[in-house]
Each structure stands twice: as structure tokens, then as C-alpha cells.
């Protein structure tokens, strides 16, 4: 069984950092993730998709990360970054090596690690960081139809929509953004959301262009509505109002309704989570939790968010403080100005 001295779970951009800021201290530690570098970005942000926070709020450890048009770096950009700060760096990196268990042993942690190609790895740490993020699973509406294949948590390429009847569900920016988007690509678009307008918080550029093309019938609104079955080629509507309930002929469905912080791993580990968020405790001057030497970090540790307060550019001081409980030094013990909630 290799033996590492700190174990990382998690090749985020919070993740990364962590092993980063390790490296530069000498302190030996290992990156994994179930999926690429940047899995999370890249799963759920569709093609293009621009973030909210500018490229100086989401530089990791102090490397730059220039963008082509000096704006808020793209899906693809950002990626592109997350490589070179890898490639950059050299730290240690497995993607595709996916955590089954952790449990504690008698000097740290033991992992059972399953990689892409179907085999198995034993692998062991002093400390271990779960750095998985607070996204791990999909939000679901319990009801009839939902497992159908034609029905979607991800946008994925707006391209495959085109000639096609599209109900996304959900009123907020991942759902906006779809219904403008697959619009764009020439889906017929019909969007159900359970406010009586689109919600105030979706991003700036988004809302209003949104609310013109429904104003304009262009894309087909359904406010204070929610989906009760989905079948083959048909979803059926409830009115939250007391309208009667409207039948759509469908080809696709997109249920952008969020997602929710996956606590298994923790909860397998032993660590102490709040019983309605599932967010972990955790010393804020160390980011340790109630187990020693087992770190949390990044929007892992605000487990599920309805209102997102915890994102990359107020994270980077968790890598900081991880660094500096593992391998000595002063940490800051106060957010840095780029920890400024978007607004």
C-alpha cells in the first residue's frame, strides 16, 4: 500500500490550491479526482458558459490567469488555466481514481480507490482533504417519469436541442441560461418555474433578455407551475394558483432545479455535519474537523447551498490555512479582499 503523507480529495480549483501551496512548503501530497482536473466545471458548465467572478478572484496561489478579451474567463478558459497551473506546478495529480471508502486507521487514513479502467488501488495518508465540493448530486422532484431518458440534470452542447420541443424546469441562473441558450441553438423552448416571474438573482445579462423573449412569446413561460409526470413524449404541469393543469408535448426534459452536497464520504469518516445542510464542523483557523488530521475545504464546507455565500474567490484562504496546519507556518486568520460576495 503506497503511503502518502497528505492525500487530497478533489481536483477543483480549491483542491489544486491546496496542493499547491503543500508543494511549496515541502510537504508531499497527492491530488485524486473521480473525473478530470476541474471535474465539476467541467460537467455542469454547458460549452462557453462565462463566469460571474473576474480572473483575479479565481487565480489560484498567486499564478496569473489572463483571459483572450480581459473579461470573466469562459468554461473553456478556465479549464485551460486549471491545466497549466498543474502542468506549471508539477504537483501530483490522478484523475479518474475514484474514492469508494476512507475509513481511519492506526497512523492516518486508508482510501480504496477504483480507476477508470476498472481496477483497484489501496491507498494511505497522514491527512486527508475532502475537498469534494458541495455539488455531488442532482436535486430530484420524486416524481413520475423523472428517471426517462430523455430527461436531463446538464445542459451539455445547446447544438443537440436544435428542431426540438424543450421544457427546462427551474427558474434560476443554470435554468435561465439553458432556455436562452437551447433558444439560440433553434429549440422550440417552454420554461416552468414556481415564482411568478424569473427569479431577481438570476445574473444581470441573463434576466432581462430572458423576460423579453417570453414577453414576446418567443420562449413559452409557465410561472407558478411545477412539473407532476412525465411520460414518453408528454409533460403534464400543476398550477401552484389553482389554474388547471396544462399538458405540453415534449421531446426533452431539462430539470435545472440544483444540486445537493453528497455527505457520504464524511459521514463515512466520521466527521460531524449539520443535520439540515449536512456542512461539516470544522475549526475555522485550521479548516480540521472533529477528526484529527482530516481536513474540509472549498464549498464542501457549506454542504448543500440554497443561496450560494461559499464559491472559489472566498475559498482560497482554506488552502492557505490547510497548508499551514500541515506543514507549519502562519496562516491568515482573516478572508482576503477578494473574498467579496458577488453581487
Not at 487514513?109 to 494511505?124: A, E, K, M, P, T
Request: glycine share 10%; net charge negative; proline share 5%.
Amino acid at each position: 500500500m503506497k503511503r502518502h503523507q497528505t492525500i487530497i480529495i478533489g481536483a477543483g480549483p480549491i483542491g489544486l490550491e491546496i496542493a499547491v501551496h503543500l508543494d511549496r512548503a515541502g510537504s508531499e501530497c497527492v491530488v485524486l479526482d473521480g473525473g478530470p482536473i476541474g471535474s465539476t466545471i467541467d460537467r455542469l458548465f454547458p460549452p462557453a458558459t462565462r463566469f460571474f467572478s473576474s480572473p483575479d478572484r479565481l487565480e489560484l496561489a498567486g499564478i496569473a490567469c489572463p483571459t483572450i478579451a480581459q473579461e470573466k474567463p469562459s468554461r473553456e478558459e478556465y479549464l485551460a488555466y486549471l491545466r497549466q497551473v498543474v502542468d506549471t506546478t508539477g504537483i501530483q495529480v490522478r484523475t479518474f481514481h475514484q474514492v469508494d471508502a476512507a475509513r481511519v486507521d492506526g497512523e492516518g487514513f486508508s482510501l480504496d480507490v477504483r480507476i477508470r479502467s476498472g481496477g483497484h488501488q489501496s491507498l494511505s495518508c497522514r491527512n486527508l482533504v475532502l475537498a469534494t465540493g458541495g455539488m455531488g448530486r442532482v436535486r430530484t422532484l420524486g416524481i413520475p417519469g423523472e428517471s426517462l431518458p430523455h430527461v436531463r440534470h446538464e445542459l451539455g452542447d445547446p447544438h443537440q436541442y436544435h428542431g426540438r420541443r424543450v421544457l427546462i424546469v427551474g427558474g434560476r441562473n443554470g435554468a435561465c441560461e439553458a432556455a436562452i441558450r437551447c433558444w439560440r441553438a433553434g429549440a422550440q423552448v417552454h420554461q416552468s418555474y414556481r415564482g411568478g416571474e424569473v427569479h431577481e438573482r438570476v445574473k444581470y445579462w441573463i434576466r432581462p433578455e430572458l423576460e423579453a423573449l417570453i414577453d414576446e412569446g418567443r420562449i413559452h413561460g409557465y410561472p407558478r407551475t411545477v412539473p407532476a409526470t412525465i411520460d414518453e413524449s408528454s409533460v403534464t404541469l400543476d398550477a401552484l394558483d389553482g389554474k388547471p393543469a396544462a399538458t405540453l408535448e415534449i421531446d426533452d426534459v431539462l430539470l435545472m432545479i440544483g444540486y445537493e452536497h453528497d455527505p457520504a464520504l464524511m459521514h463515512e469518516l466520521g466527521i460531524l455535519t449539520d443535520p439540515e445542510t449536512d456542512a461539516p464542523r470544522f475549526d475555522e483557523q485550521t479548516m480540521e474537523t472533529n477528526m484529527q488530521g482530516l481536513y474540509v475545504a472549498g464549498t464542501a464546507t457549506a454542504g448543500t447551498q440554497d443561496r450560494f455565500q461559499v464559491f472559489i474567490e472566498n475559498c482560497h484562504v482554506h488552502a492557505q490555512r490547510i497548508a499551514a496546519a500541515i506543514a507549519g507556518g502562519e496562516a491568515p486568520r482573516e478572508h482576503s479582499k477578494r473574498a467579496l460576495e458577488e453581487n
